[in-house]
């Protein structure tokens, strides 16, 4: 899954967690999993003042944190997929 902005990312933060419930059973993993969604929400917040401060016509940079952003949620469940197989 793919954000297309910072609104997104309610859904896809609620998405990846239920997916480590339902799919992760070591609890060092889960602890590690939510700390990088916890992380990726940070990013996050920074990407919502990046987009409202191009929307005022700063010249911020929003594109490249939205990517930095999906690459960060491409490899959460990456992580999930290597963790469950992992058990």
Do not use: C, P
């Not at 917040?45 to 594109?63: F, W």
């Not at 990517?67 to 960060?72: L, R």
Request: proline letters at 0%; hydrophobic letters at 45%; charged letters at 25%.
């Amino acid at each position: 899954m793919r954000i297309r902005n910072s609104l997104d990312w309610a859904y896809i933060d609620t998405a990846l967690r239920a997916r480590v419930n339902s799919r992760i059973s070591n609890v060092e993993n889960k602890f590690q999993l939510y700390k990088m969604i916890d992380n990726i929400g940070t990013e996050v917040t920074l990407l919502s003042k990046a987009e409202v401060m191009a929307r005022q016509g700063s010249r911020v940079n929003a594109e490249h944190l939205l990517e930095k952003v999906n690459a960060d949620i491409d490899a959460v469940y990456e992580f999930i997929l290597v963790a469950a197989l992992i058990g």
